[in-house]
């Protein structure tokens, strides 16, 4: 079974542009979640997707969107780019995250996203 | 959601037993514990995930007492490749999962 895909591995940005990371979940796969890891803040969530819908959100601005498409794939925009925004952008599948029942995620590589 | 203590390092020898305690004094009825390992530029990797007692697999154990206020995950025999961050989470839903800081496990020769 193939697992989490993420592409593209490394992005190189400037300052004020827009960039979209997409994420392939595994099959079967309904919820998509999405992290950002920095040295100094950690792995922090963003949001995570479940048909379609984005069901859950971390404190982020607005800059930070996403969606889902039919097949589960996820993407994620960030827009108007800061230097801070540099990050390891990790995504996340697992089969169902809530209905009282916990499921683990299943991480991606991550794109490593620079922003100069 | 729980707030999670864990020691930032640990230093451990090849062969040796490692334990990790986890502190989650706010724990919710319906919060699983699960651990997460991480190496460097990768993204972390399940590792276990029990919600009282004990917990064993192929790679690891979790102990968590009955008040399910703290958890310890046990690694026996540790090797070199071991080397790396520990994430202990407390929360009930996977999709939105709150990472703390991690313990930095440093496994010497």
């Known amino acids: 079974k193939a697992g989490v895909t993420q592409t593209p591995r490394y992005l190189i940005k400037t300052r004020g542009q827009q960039v979209t990371l997409s994420c392939s979940p595994i099959s079967g796969h309904r919820s998509v979640s999405w992290y950002q890891q920095t040295p100094g803040q950690g792995l922090q969530f963003l949001f995570e997707?479940?048909?379609?819908?984005?069901?859950n959100k971390g404190n982020f601005p607005g800059r930070f969107s996403g969606r889902q498409f039919s097949n589960s794939r996820s993407e994620m925009n960030v827009s108007t780019l800061e230097l801070g925004d540099s990050a390891l952008y990790l995504c996340a599948s697992s089969l169902d995250s809530s209905g009282g029942s916990y499921n683990e995620q299943f991480f991606g590589p991550g794109t490593r996203l620079t922003v100069l | 959601l729980a707030k999670t203590t864990q020691p930032i390092s640990m230093d451990s020898y090849e062969g040796q037993e490692v334990n990790i305690t986890c502190s989650h004094n706010n724990i919710a009825t319906n919060d699983y514990i699960t651990w997460y390992q991480q190496f460097p530029s990768q993204g972390p990797r399940f590792i276990i995930q029990g919600y009282k007692t004990k917990v064993t697999n192929e790679v690891a154990s979790l102990f968590i007492p009955a008040d399910r206020k703290s958890s310890t995950l046990s690694l026996p025999r540790v090797s070199l490749s071991d080397t790396a961050v520990y994430y202990c989470?407390?929360?009930?839903?996977?999709?939105?999962?709150?990472f703390g800081d991690g313990t930095t496990l440093t496994v010497k020769p």
């Open positions: 997707y479940f048909s379609e819908t984005q069901r």
């Open positions: 989470l407390v929360d009930s839903n996977a999709g939105k999962s709150t």
